[in-house]
T-cell receptor, first 110, second 112 residues
Framework: DAKTTQPNSMESNEEEPVHLPCNHS???????IHWYRQLPSQGPEYVIH???SNVNNRMASLAIAEDRKSSTLILHRATLRDAAVYYC???????????FGTGTSLTVIP | DAGITQSPRHKVTETGTPVTLRCHQT?????MYWYRQDPGHGLRLIHY???????DKGEVSDGYSVSRSKTEDFLLTLESATSSQTSVYFC???????????FGPGTRLTVT
C-alpha cells in the first residue's frame, strides 16, 4: 500500500485557517485520499476524501495537487474542538484496507 | 459510534492468560477490522475480515487470532497475553464501495 508522510505536530490559533499537509508521492492512479481525525479518548472519525478534484464538506476542504503526490486538509476556522490527531491515508480502488500511521497532532491555541 | 460496541471496555489481565475482545455491529457491514493504538506508533491494523469466516492478517498480527462466525461479531483473541500487548484496541467496520470506515469506542487492555 502506498504510504503517506505528515508532520508530527502543528499549532494553530483559534479562529484562523489551518492547512494540514500530506505527501503521498507513490500514490497510484486509482488510490483515494482520505482524512480522518481522532479526538482525545475516541476512535478516529471520517473527515473527507477525494480522488482528483478538490472537495468540500461541512467539516473541511481537501485540496489535491495536480500531480496527486500531495494534498492539504483545510480547516477554514479552527476551534478548540478541532484539536485532534489528523490522519491522511490512501485506499485502493477496492477501498477496504485502511492503514493509518501516526498522523499530525493539531494543537489549537485560544 | 455507528452501531459498534466493544466489550469489555477496560480489562486488566496477567501475563500468560488468554484474553478475548469482542466487537459487535448492528450495521450489517461486510468488513470488520481490529486495530491497536500505542504512543509513537499510531493506529496499526492487526487483522481484518471481509466476510463470515473470511479473515486476513494486517501489519501486526503476531500473537493475535480472530474469528468471525456471524456478520455482526468479530472476536480478537490473545492466546497468551504479554506486556507488549498492553494497548488500546479499536474495532472498525466498513462496507464495500462506501469508502468510509467507522470505529468503535475502544478497549483499554493492560497486561501486568
Amino acid at each position: 500500500d502506498a504510504k503517506t508522510t505528515q508532520p508530527n505536530s502543528m499549532e494553530s490559533n483559534e479562529e484562523e485557517p489551518v492547512h494540514l499537509p500530506c505527501n503521498h508521492s507513490t500514490i497510484s492512479g486509482t488510490d483515494y485520499i482520505h482524512w480522518y481525525r481522532q479526538l482525545p479518548s475516541q476512535g478516529p472519525e471520517y473527515v473527507i476524501h477525494g480522488l482528483t478534484s478538490n472537495v468540500n464538506n461541512r467539516m473541511a476542504s481537501l485540496a489535491i495537487a495536480e500531480d496527486r503526490k500531495s494534498s492539504t486538509l483545510i480547516l477554514h476556522r479552527a476551534t478548540l474542538r478541532d484539536a485532534a490527531v489528523y490522519y491522511c491515508i490512501l485506499t485502493s480502488n477496492t477501498g477496504n484496507q485502511f492503514y493509518f500511521g501516526t498522523g499530525t497532532s493539531l494543537t489549537v491555541i485560544p | 459510534d455507528a452501531g459498534i460496541t466493544q466489550s469489555p471496555r477496560h480489562k486488566v489481565t496477567e501475563t500468560g492468560t488468554p484474553v478475548t475482545l469482542r466487537c459487535h455491529q448492528t450495521e450489517n457491514h461486510r468488513y470488520m477490522y481490529w486495530y491497536r493504538q500505542d504512543p509513537g506508533h499510531g493506529l496499526r491494523l492487526i487483522h481484518y475480515s471481509y466476510g463470515v469466516k473470511d479473515t486476513d492478517k494486517g501489519e501486526v498480527s503476531d500473537g493475535y487470532s480472530v474469528s468471525r462466525s456471524k456478520t455482526e461479531d468479530f472476536l480478537l483473541t490473545l492466546e497468551s497475553a504479554t506486556s507488549s500487548q498492553t494497548s488500546v484496541y479499536f474495532c472498525a467496520i466498513s462496507e464495500p464501495g462506501r469508502r468510509q470506515i467507522s470505529f468503535g469506542p475502544g478497549t483499554r487492555l493492560t497486561v501486568t
